[in-house]
């Protein structure tokens, strides 16, 4: 007898679309929502559900977004064509909150669309949303949607008055009901299927049987059915999840490294005694943390968070240390020259004459970046390959193949999120004997949920608390559309600071016409009616025409040939430079104490975690700080709101969880970076904290009894899926 997965589990979920669908419908679901497999299509979760009488509210629409909403038409006219002749059809629907949408329909389909859009008419509506009309007094607009009205659906008003009708995540020529009929195909001939979870363990926990789950969640007869298929399934996607990271843990820990204990007398006891401050107390618990790890002859893999100027530098200097004092070398990794630059002048400076080797008994630090004249670089490869370096700081340029080290005993990865697994195992594999320590660092703060999930195979070390000398930062939002007095303003403050002696930020999102944008831009997607975003060039010529005129300005971007950047960096740190107009590319690890404003123009085209970065560049020096948040969206706009939240608070972790509410799921995994979709669908980080608690118990548990999950062969074929699929990048964050 043929077992399930032979029947119609693992090998039914992987069949392709365009074996159980029609081959339109296949190709469309393919094309638009990127889905190849039943497998694909059943985990295709609706976003949400309608229900006949509730009707859905507007109040979170985003503009340019694929929207489905639900509503009651209350008024449909035809309006004359402007500046041809003709006419078009404008249908008014209202949600359950009294909000309104409108439709609008051309050409014959407003005829068809007149016929069946009478007043009292409800249903769905489908397609691109749109504001238009007066800033003061817009209007949400839909142009040509596709709808299904209730009492035409296949669903009969009958039984959709007692059953809640799904609404999946559409696209253009995609409908959420389309999506619906290929579901039920699918589920009428899906058969068993092989539950990853094992029985006992679904017994415990009272969950659903998997094939159960995903009759519910799609055709579900009640909300009942809702609450437990969802329950189901984000157990599901938290167990996989953790199984697989605790696996990576349990490889990890039997992977070979040579042991770097701290030996007294070394440099970095020298370094801690010539300290001209204390270290916090959570520097020094996470210096000891690291200090145990690098003592052990397996790899340390470490996540070092820390709110923006918390000193992870320092931390991460001494661990260096350690290791230098062992015997071995450490490379710092920077993702861009401006910041592997930064990084090693403060080093150095740190270090002092320690830096300089030799007779002083300390140890040389050596920069390798790509754009090195050859007889710099040639004499930094020497050093790394001789080991007279000892710290050697870097970019992309340190992972090339003919980049070698004598004893490289630690990487540390600095911003970690920009580099791929590829580059950091290219780095690991420079080791001889064994695999060196790895200490990853980031200034976003990540809220424990994320850490859990997105870095699980990690142990993680957090230092939340500010070094004395951090002046406080004012933060406001500055309305230039609504007040255009308030921008005015904003120049005269940058005025009156450097007539106090000190310097400023502007930073833009672009570079100049011919130039893309820079950094990890947000979020507001630009309509038509948008002007491009704000660039360094234009408003750098602009200010130094005009109300900035007769200051010292530079401009700074990420396309100027590396020495010129270099330059103009240490002209701003010396003080030569008043204002600096540049792009992100001083986001992070940018230094200059007698900086004491941050003006950030189009703050709306940012993410939360970036502006928060971008604002931890002042403030530095014990002068008191000023972020100005420049945009012209208007109060009560999702942009606006987030510009809000940031002036509201210097509390990154908090900030942090307001980046995660905004932003879907699969950006913060990295989806959204690499344009996939995320392989988490009903698991939501912040509010499913008690499920990947459970799901981490549990896996660990089994694990520990079956690590090779050979009596677990549900399982073992769902984490196969999940790693081969290449939608699951994510996971190589670690």
């Known amino acids: 007898m043929a077992s399930s997965a032979d029947v119609g589990g693992r090998s039914r979920f992987d069949e392709p679309l365009a074996k159980a669908l029609d081959p339109k419908t296949a190709k469309l679901l393919h094309s638009v929502l990127g889905l190849e497999t039943v497998g694909d299509l059943l985990r295709h979760y609706p976003r949400r559900y309608a229900e006949r009488g509730e009707l859905t509210s507007l109040d979170m629409l985003e503009v340019d977004e694929h929207v489905t909403v639900s509503g009651e038409v209350t008024r449909a006219m035809r309006k004359p064509m402007r500046n041809r002749g003709g006419t078009w059809l404008e249908v008014e629907v209202v949600d359950g909150t009294g909000k309104k949408i409108y439709l609008s329909f051309f050409g014959k389909g407003s005829h068809v669309a007149e016929n069946r859009l009478k007043p009292g008419k409800r249903g769905m509506f ?25 009492d035409e659906s296949e669903t009969s008003a009958e039984e959709f008055s007692t059953a809640p009708v799904p609404i999946y995540p559409a696209g253009k020529d995609l409908t959420p009901w389309a999506i619906r009929r290929a579901v039920g195909i699918v589920l009428d001939t899906l058969g068993p299927l092989d539950d990853p979870l094992p029985a006992e363990l679904r017994r415990r926990r009272g969950l659903a049987d998997l094939a159960d789950a995903l009759v519910a969640v799609h055709r579900p007869k009640d909300f009942g059915d809702v609450h437990r298929a969802r329950e189901r399934l984000k157990f599901d996607e938290a167990f996989v999840l953790q199984a697989v990271l605790l696996q ?14 701290r030996r007294g007398g070394g440099m970095l006891d020298d370094f801690d005694a010539r300290l001209p401050f204390s270290l916090t107390e959570g520097q020094a618990a996470v210096g000891e943390e690291i200090a145990a790890d690098l003592g052990l002859a397996h790899p340390m893999h470490r996540l070092l968070q820390g709110e923006v100027g918390a000193g992870k530098t320092v931390v991460a200097l001494r661990a260096m240390l350690q290791v230098v004092d062992a015997g071995g070398q450490a490379v710092l990794l ?35 970046t790509g ?76 809220p424990r949920t994320v850490a859990m999930t997105v870095f699980g195979d990690l142990e993680v ?26 921008l005015e303003r904003t120049w005269q403050r940058v005025r009156e600071e450097v007539a106090l002696g000190r310097q400023a930020y502007i930073v833009c999102p672009r570079i100049g016409d011919l130039e893309g944008d820079e950094g990890d831009l947000a979020a507001e997607p630009a309509d038509d009616e948008r002007r491009p975003p704000l660039a360094v060039l234009e ?11 007769g200051l010292r300005l530079a401009v700074l971007h990420g396309k100027l040939p ?43 085209r940012f993410g939360v975690s970036q502006l928060h970065q971008l604002r931890g560049r002042v403030g530095r020096g014990g002068l008191p700080g000023l972020c100005l948040l420049v945009s012209e969206f208007p109060e009560g ?60 118990t549990d896996a660990a548990a089994l694990l520990e009894t079956d690590p090779d999950l050979t009596s677990h062969q549900g399982l073992r074929a769902e984490i196969i899926r999940l790693l081969a699929d290449e939608r699951a990048d994510y996971l190589e964050k670690t």
Not at 130 to 150: C, D, I, K, N, V
Not at 248 to 261: E, F, G
Not at 461 to 486: C, N
């Open 562 to 604: 590396p020495e010129d950047k270099d330059a103009v960096m240490r002209a701003f740190t010396r003080g030569e430079v008043d204002v600096l107009v540049a792009t992100t590319v001083i986001e992070v690890g940018v230094d200059v104490p007698n900086a004491s404003v941050m003006i950030i123009m189009d703050a709306d």
């Open 334 to 368: 920077a993702p861009t020259e401006v910041l592997a630059q930064q990084h090693h002048r403060s080093i150095t400076a740190m270090l002092g004459d320690l830096a300089t080797g030799g007779m002083f008994g300390g140890t040389a630090v050596t920069l390798l």
């Open 461 to 486: 070390s957090t230092l939340s608390q500010l070094p004395s000398g951090r002046a406080p930062i004012t933060s406001h939002v500055v309305p230039a559309a609504e007040k255009p007095h308030f």
């Open 248 to 261: 990576r843990r349990q490889a990890a820990t039997a992977w070979p490294a040579r042991p770097r204990p």
């Open 126 to 150: 489908a397609g691109k949303v749109g504001m238009y009309g007066a800033r003061a007094t817009p209007r949400w607009q839909l142009s040509h949607p596709e709808f299904e009205l209730f």
């Open 371 to 446: 754009s090195m004249g050859t007889p710099a670089r040639r004499a930094a490869l020497l050093d790394a390959a001789s080991g007279t370096a000892g710290i050697v700081v870097g970019t992309h340029a340190l992972l090339q193949e003919h980049v070698q080290f004598a004893d490289l005993g630690l990487v540390v990865v600095d911003e970690q999120h920009r580099f791929g697994v590829e580059q950091r195992d290219a780095l690991r594999e420079k080791a001889g004997g064994g695999r060196p320590h790895v200490l990853v660092m980031t200034a976003t703060p990540i």
């Open 637 to 696: 706009t999702p942009a606006r709101a987030r510009l809000d939240a940031v002036a509201a608070t210097l509390d990154g972790f908090e900030l942090s969880r307001v980046d995660l509410e905004q932003r879907r799921e699969g950006d913060v995994l990295g989806a959204a970076q690499s344009g996939k979709r995320s392989s988490l669908k009903m698991l939501q980080l912040l509010r499913d904290e008690d499920v990947i608690e459970a799901a981490r």
């Open 539 to 549: 408003v750098a010529e602009m200010l130094a025409e005009g109300p900035l005129h």
